[in-house]
């Protein structure tokens, strides 16, 4: 035997035999693969290059798929799974040359990534009557999640450097520190569309928008150089994102934007360049299982601080979330969508008044939107009302016709809107918050409001806003709602011509 061969033979005997063919550190047992019509794909290491890796669906008679390993890698493609079969929980088996690997009870279903900073992942144990919600998700033994530990790096991580909750159904230990937006969206979901749905959490709390996105996103934006921390650029995407983009995923939920308050104008290019840049890589990373155009959810943010005249950067971010559309999705963020939050702060949160704990209407409404956008049932009122036209015509009022949400108003106050009285008619005057009056409603009828605007010629009015506070109203007291959905209409700020 020549020397070579020996020295490999007894490496391999000293690693342990199996231990040199491994799968990625986010494939376990009680995982849940994507189901058909996307193919699910697995992906491992090997210690050797060219090593013929065979996977097997076990007990299927369907043929194994191959992988030639390279740079440490094998990666394949299995057969779009359907979920509903009733032979699941099943055995993959991975084997080669180099020594064989399993995962046992795995289900086939969608596979959700639930990101951003400490609102995603505000834990179970936090949010209000957690003792009866965490006893209901210990039910939903279909559902099944997974938690990446927090860890940045500076360049890019092959695979993940470490895990918080290894892949299991829901427990009384794994729970209490889920995150409680990922999983009761996931309820949500479930309940409706009753196949499995696996869950990986990848957040961290005060992290920037720019931490979790890839330098392809950032030079779309023009971001200047990263500073250091976890703020810095791509430093959570090199280690908490690219790792998981092999996996093919149904989809992405995404609840941040509180710390990016400081560059709020920018994170209307930040956010859908990273939504894009994660919807490219996810696919080209699959081998394009995923689906490049996968729906991304998110939140807008909540209350924040009592103080009902306060403004400071959360408006402007809210704003921003919708790339200035003011809804989702829209032209520039196509297969998204959205909960609004705004009416729903909790100022006496134990845990700061920025993580309120009614995370249960905010997956109700994220969960009804992503019943809609991504998986398409039809017929579903899944926004809230929207401005469609403005009439300035008639002395003294301001006529709002909203018919985005296609339902009637459900009006809850008077209070909320107002102007931007400007002599000058130069929008830009509209910049300084004293050019801003109260516009309050004077009637509201069917879709339309009728704004008091006494006191400013009509061609003086040169905006318009809508709920511009960090924290607009009192729980669920904005003024206007959709009767039919009882969602609230999202925040607004408009310059003429309207
Ligand atoms: C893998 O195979 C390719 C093509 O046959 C060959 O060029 C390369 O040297 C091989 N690499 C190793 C590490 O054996
Ligand atoms: C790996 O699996 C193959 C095929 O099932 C089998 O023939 C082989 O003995 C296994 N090797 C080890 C080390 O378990
Ligand atoms: C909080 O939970 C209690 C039950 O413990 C419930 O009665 C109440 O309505 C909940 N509050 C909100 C705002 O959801
Ligand atoms: C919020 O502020 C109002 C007015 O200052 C006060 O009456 C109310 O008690 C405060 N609410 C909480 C929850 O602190
Ligand atoms: C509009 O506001 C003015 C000034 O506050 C008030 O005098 C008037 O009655 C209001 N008009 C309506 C229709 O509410």
Same mark, same amino acid.
């Given at each position: 035997?020549?020397?070579?061969?020996?020295?490999?033979?007894?490496?391999?005997?000293?690693?342990?035999?199996?231990?040199?063919?491994?799968?990625?550190?986010?494939?376990?047992?009680?995982?849940?693969?994507?189901?058909?019509?996307?193919?699910?794909?697995?992906?491992?290491?090997?210690?050797?290059?060219?090593?013929?890796?065979?996977?097997?669906?076990?007990?299927?008679?369907?043929?194994?798929?191959?992988?030639?390993?390279?740079?440490?890698?094998? @990666?394949?493609?299995?057969?779009?799974?359907?979920?509903?079969?009733?032979?699941?929980?099943?055995?993959?088996?991975?084997?080669?040359?180099?020594?064989?690997? +399993?995962?046992?009870?795995?289900?086939?279903?969608?596979?959700?990534?639930?990101?951003?900073?400490?609102?995603?992942?505000?834990?179970?144990?936090?949010?209000?009557?957690?003792?009866?919600?965490?006893?209901?998700?210990?039910?939903?033994?279909?559902?099944?999640?997974?938690?990446?530990?927090?860890?940045?790096?500076?360049?890019?991580?092959?695979?993940?450097?470490?895990?918080?909750?290894?892949?299991?159904?829901?427990?009384?230990?794994?729970?209490?520190?889920?995150?409680?937006?990922?999983?009761?969206?996931?309820?949500?979901? %479930?309940?409706?569309?009753?196949?499995?749905?696996?869950?990986?959490?990848?957040?961290?709390?005060?992290?920037?928008?720019?931490?979790?996105?890839?330098?392809?996103?950032?030079?779309?934006?023009?971001?200047? @150089?990263?500073? $250091?921390?976890?703020?810095?650029?791509?430093?959570?995407?090199?280690?908490?994102?690219?790792?998981?983009?092999?996996?093919?995923?149904?989809?992405?939920?995404?609840?941040?934007?509180?710390?990016?308050?400081?560059? +709020?104008?920018?994170?209307?290019?930040?956010?859908?360049?990273?939504?894009?840049?994660?919807?490219? !890589?996810?696919?080209?990373?699959?081998?394009?299982?995923?689906?490049?155009?996968?729906?991304?959810?998110?939140?807008?943010?909540?209350?924040?601080?009592?103080?009902?005249?306060?403004?400071?950067?959360?408006?402007?971010?809210?704003?921003?979330?919708?790339?200035? %559309?003011?809804?989702?999705?829209?032209?520039?963020?196509?297969?998204?969508?959205?909960?609004?939050?705004?009416?729903?702060?909790?100022?006496?949160?134990?845990?700061?008044?920025?993580?309120?704990?009614?995370?249960?209407?905010?997956?109700?409404?994220?969960?009804?939107?992503?019943?809609?956008?991504?998986?398409?049932?039809?017929?579903?009122? %899944?926004?809230?009302?929207?401005?469609?036209?403005?009439?300035?015509?008639? @002395?003294?009022?301001?006529?709002?016709?909203?018919?985005?949400?296609?339902?009637?108003?459900?009006? $809850?106050?008077?209070?909320?809107?107002?102007?931007?009285?400007?002599?000058?008619?130069?929008?830009?005057?509209?910049?300084?918050?004293?050019?801003?009056?109260?516009?309050?409603?004077?009637?509201?009828?069917?879709?339309?409001?009728?704004?008091?605007?006494?006191?400013?010629?009509?061609?003086?009015?040169?905006?318009? $806003?809508?709920?511009?506070?960090?924290?607009?109203?009192?729980?669920? !007291?904005?003024?206007?709602?959709? !009767?039919?959905?009882?969602?609230?209409?999202?925040?607004?700020? @408009?310059?003429?011509?309207?």
């Amino acid at each position: 035997m020549p020397p070579l061969i020996c020295l490999l033979l007894l490496a391999s005997v000293i690693s342990g035999g199996d231990s040199a063919l491994r799968f990625a550190a986010s494939y376990g047992d009680h995982m849940v693969l994507q189901a058909s019509p996307y193919r699910a794909v697995i992906w491992g290491h090997v210690d050797n290059d060219n090593v013929t890796v065979s996977v097997f669906v076990k007990g299927h008679e369907t043929a194994p798929v191959y992988s030639i390993s390279s740079n440490g890698i094998w @990666k394949v493609q299995l057969p779009a799974w359907s979920s509903s079969s009733t032979e699941a929980p099943y055995t993959i088996t991975a084997t080669s040359s180099e020594g064989n690997a +399993s995962i046992h009870d795995v289900l086939f279903g969608d596979v959700w990534v639930c990101s951003g900073q400490s609102n995603m992942g505000v834990p179970m144990s936090w949010i209000n009557n957690t003792a009866y919600e965490i006893n209901k998700a210990l039910a939903f033994d279909k559902i099944r999640i997974f938690q990446v530990h927090a860890f940045e790096s500076s360049v890019p991580l092959t695979d993940l450097h470490s895990i918080q909750t290894k892949w299991t159904a829901p427990t009384k230990e794994t729970v209490p520190g889920f995150s409680a937006l990922c999983l009761l969206y996931a309820e949500y979901i %479930y309940t409706h569309k009753k196949q499995p749905i696996g869950l990986i959490e990848t957040e961290w709390g005060g992290t920037s928008v720019e931490a979790w996105s890839g330098p392809d996103a950032l030079k779309e934006c023009e971001e200047h @150089k990263a500073k $250091r921390g976890p703020r810095a650029g791509s430093v959570l995407w090199n280690s908490m994102v690219i790792p998981l983009l092999p996996q093919t995923i149904y989809g992405a939920i995404w609840y941040q934007g509180e710390s990016n308050t400081h560059n +709020s104008d920018q994170y209307a290019c930040l956010f859908p360049s990273m939504i894009k840049d994660w919807r490219l !890589k996810f696919h080209q990373a699959s081998m394009g299982a995923t689906n490049q155009n996968f729906p991304f959810g998110f939140v807008q943010l909540a209350g924040n601080q009592n103080d009902s005249s306060r403004i400071a950067g959360f408006p402007a971010i809210r704003w921003s979330q919708t790339a200035k %559309y003011g809804y989702a999705p829209n032209p520039k963020m196509p297969y998204t969508f959205m909960a609004v939050a705004m009416d729903l702060p909790d100022f006496k949160s134990p845990h700061g008044f920025v993580h309120p704990r009614y995370k249960q209407d905010v997956a109700e409404r994220l969960g009804l939107a992503g019943l809609a956008v991504a998986y398409g049932e039809k017929g579903l009122s %899944y926004q809230g009302p929207y401005p469609t036209s403005f009439n300035t015509k008639t @002395k003294d009022q301001l006529v709002i016709e909203y018919n985005h949400g296609h339902t009637v108003l459900d009006v $809850r106050s008077n209070n909320g809107f107002e102007i931007c009285c400007s002599p000058s008619t130069h929008p830009t005057t509209c910049a300084v918050h004293d050019h801003w009056a109260p516009a309050p409603m004077s009637a509201h009828h069917g879709t339309t409001v009728t704004l008091n605007t006494t006191g400013c010629h009509p061609k003086w009015i040169t905006g318009l $806003r809508y709920a511009w506070r960090e924290s607009p109203c009192e729980f669920k !007291k904005c003024a206007v709602y959709g !009767k039919e959905n009882d969602l609230p209409a999202p925040p607004f700020i @408009k310059y003429i011509p309207f």
